[in-house]
Nanobody, 117 residues
Framework: QVQLVESGGGSVQTGESLRLSCAAS????????MGWYRQAPGKQRELVAV???????NYADSVKGRFTISRDNAKNTVYLQMNSLEPDDTAVYYC???????????WGKGTLVTVSS
């Protein structure tokens, strides 16, 4: 019953910004660890950023200082602000939710981000 819907992807040029959103339904969002992952063509899916229910965050080294993950529990939404985008950021970005007391998580269907020079 959990549903995650990403939005905000698109095509931009190097140096521009995008903000991705992921709206969650069907679960207790405030008790969930939320993450953004990405998968580029020919590469494995990798963790981009994660935010815990209490607020602490972690980022992949490749995006640290450029991307910011945040959450709005009142809106059941997690965001990924992406600044100074680079061609290597091109990927399908997936939202992930895991309730902290459970083992399994849920995936969104993804949103494509394309960065061209």
């Amino acid at each position: 019953q959990v549903q995650l819907v990403e939005s905000g992807g698109g095509s931009v040029q190097t140096g521009e910004s995008l903000r991705l959103s992921c709206a969650a339904s069907g679960t207790i969002f405030s008790a969930s660890v939320m993450g953004w992952y990405r998968q580029a063509p020919g590469k494995q899916r990798e963790l981009v950023a994660v935010i815990t229910p209490g607020g602490p965050t972690n980022y992949a080294d490749s995006v640290k200082g450029r991307f910011t993950i945040s959450r709005d529990n009142a809106k059941n939404t997690v965001y990924l602000q992406m600044n100074s985008l680079e061609p290597d950021d091109t990927a399908v970005y997936y939202c992930h939710l895991r309730i902290v007391t459970l083992r399994n998580g849920y995936w969104g269907k993804g949103t494509l981000v394309t960065v061209s020079s």
